[in-house]
């Protein structure tokens, strides 16, 4: 490799590292190959200058140093309190705090250097991104040993295009599988690589049904085990279905089909074209203009199997070993990302309870209609730091908040809970000065030592007497987007505090300020958390005229359809923030 070193970056290592950034949520990620004196980086992303152009560092500032050396992972949550690492120079010039690192290997096995991962603050790595950076390793490695294999003599040509073929496939799903968080996504992955690099036809994936209907024991391995139904389901395919796919999608593990008996022996099997398969499965004689060839490899982590993919070719074909080894490549790397979808899936489910719990059901409140959405940025875990609340006091007046904890994952959640049951007991007890109340809600962070800051609106409303009579609103803001106001006759006013407020959690000596509107009947009032209005790339105004002008067209109809349209028309499928939406509507 040493010509290469001299070369420094490369692109293809380049993406490796972008992969690991990307998969992991690090700031930096490395190719890192080390010499006698020196580390030289082949793939780099997010590197301090002037190491990003220069590519290289000596040893002095090498973690990866140590992986070569030991030739195993060295994963480091704080740098800084490591007994050996803690007075090495790139925890100061480089910002290296947590680190690990898995071990890449050249064309003779031996240990060279690291791709690894590297956060500027102290972090706990969890078992999935490790097995992430394990597996991106393994085709980093497969590169590295096919460029060298190229060097050799023309009798290891052959050998070398197959690495060359397994490593584009394992690039393939790697890339594809990172991003897959459903067995939807898995199928489609594993699809457009076996299509795109295998020369297949088609692709198929079955698992036991046990993975859609939650019927799994959790081991202490973290495997998949399944009680109940021996049924397996063909996961939807993203292309067009050949016929015997389309009519045995569910099956059972004790049905005359292949992927039954795979899944039920664990073993593979291998048909050069249909009429052997037709010998021995004759239930499923394949129709004129079928695939020929098919290859069904076991899909399983360790003794449990949980399923089986189907591969399957135009042209009858005789599969090599090379073939044989491919295709069980692909079916390993399809059952560690089925065994971390459904561990998505679990957390998933046990976040939106967590979230429902903590965001209750909005009270019927004579004369006024309400309406509350939430959507979350965190794709993974689906909860975050946005809130809302409305409160129905004892005294008749009604009690409002939206707010926004800074952050969109779990620990946002669980703060915002704690911030949320304390505003919700002062605002049962308090007064009707929302002012006050974000002062004690201000002071209590501070004071129960809450590390977290978060933007506010809270507002009571009460209603005023005699027929369609105005309510008065009264309210306050700490840092937080402005209310929106629809009139009857369809103006929208923004409520904006003279004195903007910082948000709470910052200075408990703010002297937060209380302002005062009347709103009459037929009016909508619109409490919204950033991410409704804010894109990236562009002045907040923007974001605020699209709300007001959907609001606007919205306006008229229930809180339940106004709130419905501002997230059809205001929020995209995948959004950089949470978002959380309470719209009002005001009867007679």
């Known amino acids: ?142 590169e590295l040993a096919e460029r ?163 591969l399957t070719f135009r042209e009858p074909r005789q599969f090599s070993d090379s073939d044989r080894a491919t295709a069980a490549a692909l079916a390993s790397y399809v059952a560690q990302a089925v065994e971390r979808a459904w561990a998505l899936h679990q957390r998933v489910e046990t976040s939106e309870i967590l979230q429902a719990a903590m965001l209750s059901d909005l009270p019927e409140v004579e004369g006024l209609s309400s309406a509350a959405r939430y959507r979350s940025a965190d794709r993974g875990k689906r909860v975050g730091g946005d809130w809302y609340d409305l409160l129905a006091r004892s005294d008749g007046s009604v009690a409002v908040a939206v707010g926004d904890v800074v952050g969109h994952d779990i620990q946002a959640a669980a703060d915002m809970g704690q911030l949320r049951s304390m505003l919700r007991a002062i605002a049962w007890t308090g007064d009707d000065d929302p002012a006050a109340t974000l002062g004690e809600l201000d002071r209590s962070i501070v004071g129960l030592e809450i590390d977290a800051m978060a933007s506010l609106v809270f507002g009571v409303l009460t209603r005023g007497t005699g027929h369609a009579a105005p309510w008065t609103f009264t309210w306050a803001s700490a840092g937080h987007p402005p209310p929106l106001l629809v009139d009857p006759a369809g103006e929208v006013t923004w409520l904006v505090q003279e004195r903007r407020a910082p948000m709470l959690g910052i200075d408990i000596g703010t002297a937060h300020r209380g302002s005062v509107v009347q709103i009459e009947p037929g009016s909508t009032l619109v409490l919204y958390t950033d991410g409704l209005v804010e894109r990236r790339g562009e002045v907040l105004d923007l974001g605020l005229e699209r709300l007001g002008a959907a609001a606007q067209r919205g306006h008229g109809g229930t809180a339940e359809a106004v709130a419905t349209g501002l997230l059809a028309e205001l929020v995209p499928d995948r959004i950089a923030d949470d978002v959380a939406l309470l719209v009002l509507t005001f009867g007679d």
């Open 1 to 142: 490799m040493s010509d290469e070193h001299e070369r420094g970056a490369d692109p293809s290592f380049d993406r490796y590292a972008r992969m690991v950034r990307r998969a992991l949520g690090v700031p930096v990620a490395l190719v890192s190959i080390v010499e006698e004196n020196r580390q030289v980086f082949t793939g780099a992303v997010g590197l301090p200058q002037p190491y990003q152009d220069s590519r290289e560092t000596p040893l002095s500032h090498s973690f990866c140093q140590y992986v070569a050396r030991d030739e195993k992972p060295l994963v480091i949550e704080d740098a800084r309190v490591h007994p050996v690492l803690r007075t090495n120079l790139a925890i100061e010039d480089l910002q290296v705090v947590a680190y690990a690192g898995w071990p890449i290997t050249d064309h003779t096995g031996r240990t060279i250097g690291s791709l690894c991962a590297i956060d500027s603050s102290p972090r706990t790595w969890s078992s999935a991104e490790l097995e992430t950076l394990e597996d991106l390793a393994a085709a980093c490695s497969a």
């Open 148 to 310: 060298e294999r190229r060097r050799s003599a023309d009798a290891r040509a052959a050998d070398a295009d197959r690495l060359s073929r397994e490593n584009r496939v394992r690039l393939a799903l790697a890339e594809g599988l990172v991003a897959a968080s459903t067995f939807e996504e898995v199928a489609a992955a594993v699809e457009d690589a076996a299509i795109t690099h295998l020369g297949c036809s088609g692709a198929g994936l079955w698992l036991r049904s046990g993975l859609a209907n939650g019927s799994r024991d959790a081991q202490p391995e973290g495997l998949l085990t399944f009680s109940g139904s021996d049924r397996l389901q063909r996961v939807p395919s993203t292309r067009d279905e050949w016929a015997r796919a389309t009519e045995h999608a569910s099956v059972t593990v004790t049905d005359p089909t292949p992927f039954g008996w795979v899944t039920r022996r664990a073993m593979p099997m291998f048909f050069s074209d249909h009429a052997e398969q037709d010998t021995v499965f004759p239930e499923m004689a394949a129709s004129s203009g079928a695939a020929e060839a098919r290859a069904v490899m076991p899909v399983g982590i360790g003794a449990y199997t949980f399923g089986a993919l189907v």
